[in-house]
């Protein structure tokens, strides 16, 4: 029996690829939650990771901050999750995604799954969380409905200056715009998508910021293909071991879950960068990106 989706919703999912919107909290939470990630900005210990945006914010912010932590291990999304994934479930990842107004920043079209390592992306769902309304003119999420069907395509590395993808990772499926479906919800509201799906986002035209925390949860039966990982237990019980286990913070950038962070992130980097560093991954993209550019000429 489902906890919190219907079994409409579910087959849409499946279908799709993707299924919006869940009501996963109150909007009065949600401003809450918002309210709370601009007290943890102006923590010191923010200032500690020079690339706020891809150091804490986006693979792993819920190891370190309490306003992540709750929305990671909060009841109304792990039901969702619960019906797409089991009851059993890891927190594998989560990214903090801002636009403020008038920004340029986008997201390329592209597949999770493309650098996650994941074996079984069945038993993987991405839920999407909307701290503040999500719309076209503020540079909402846009799905490519059934691509998900295709499973996992090619994908190139590029040089992004206003991308907010680690790696510019962007897919090469021609998406025809006039197919595609844009995710529209309410403070508090999430979409749930597959990781075979491509979607990417716009920049923000309006005068109002778009906040978002997208979750990666997993079946505890899923592995990692590429090496050892990590990953929190937020549900159920993990009877296969496949994950070093990710403690919660007590407080805002406490000492204790700072190392685990510091670890975890090291793991991460490594296997989602082709088993070397980030910095000498985008150095390698960048190279790549001039030696294609150059050709083109």
């Keep these: 029996m489902s906890k919190a989706l219907t079994a409409a919703a579910i087959d849409s999912y499946r279908n799709d690829g993707f299924y919006f919107p869940c009501r996963v909290m109150s909007e009065a939470e949600a401003s809450e939650l918002r309210a709370a990630i601009e007290v943890a900005d102006a923590n010191p210990g923010a200032a500690a990771y020079p690339d706020r945006h891809n150091d804490l914010y986006l693979f792993k912010p819920h190891m370190v901050l309490k306003w992540a932590d709750t929305i990671v291990n909060h009841p109304g999304v792990l039901d969702v999750a619960e019906d797409i994934v089991g009851p059993d479930i890891l927190c594998w990842s989560a990214g903090l995604f801002r636009k403020p107004a008038r920004s340029a920043g986008y997201v390329s079209w592209h597949q999770d799954a493309t650098n996650y390592h994941l074996d079984d992306p069945s038993r993987v769902v991405r839920v999407w969380v909307s701290l503040t309304s999500s719309n076209v003119s503020n540079g909402t999420m846009v799905f490519a409905p059934a691509s998900h069907q295709l499973g996992q395509l090619p994908h190139r590395d590029t040089v992004q200056a206003d991308g907010l993808l680690s790696r510019g990772e962007t897919v090469e499926l021609k998406v025809d715009p006039a197919m595609t479906v844009p995710v529209i919800l309410s403070p508090g509201e999430a979409s749930i998508h597959h990781l075979h799906t491509a979607h990417g ?97």
């Excluded at 090496?227 to 994950?243: I, P």
């Excluded at 286990?245 to 700072?258: M, W």
């Excluded at 989602?272 to 990106?289: E, Q």
């Design 201 to 297: 986002s716009g920049g923000n035209d309006s005068d109002q910021p778009r906040i978002n925390l997208v979750i990666t949860y997993i079946a505890t039966s899923v592995r990692q293909l590429v090496g050892s990982d990590t990953a929190m237990l937020v549900r159920g019980q993990d009877s296969h071991g496949h994950y070093e286990l990710e403690p919660r913070p007590v407080a805002d950038f406490d000492s204790a879950a700072v190392e685990a962070h510091r670890r975890a992130m090291a793991i991460r980097n490594r296997n989602f960068f082709g088993g070397t560093d980030r910095l000498t991954a985008l150095k390698a993209i960048m190279a790549d990106t001039e030696t294609r550019d150059g050709a083109g000429r």
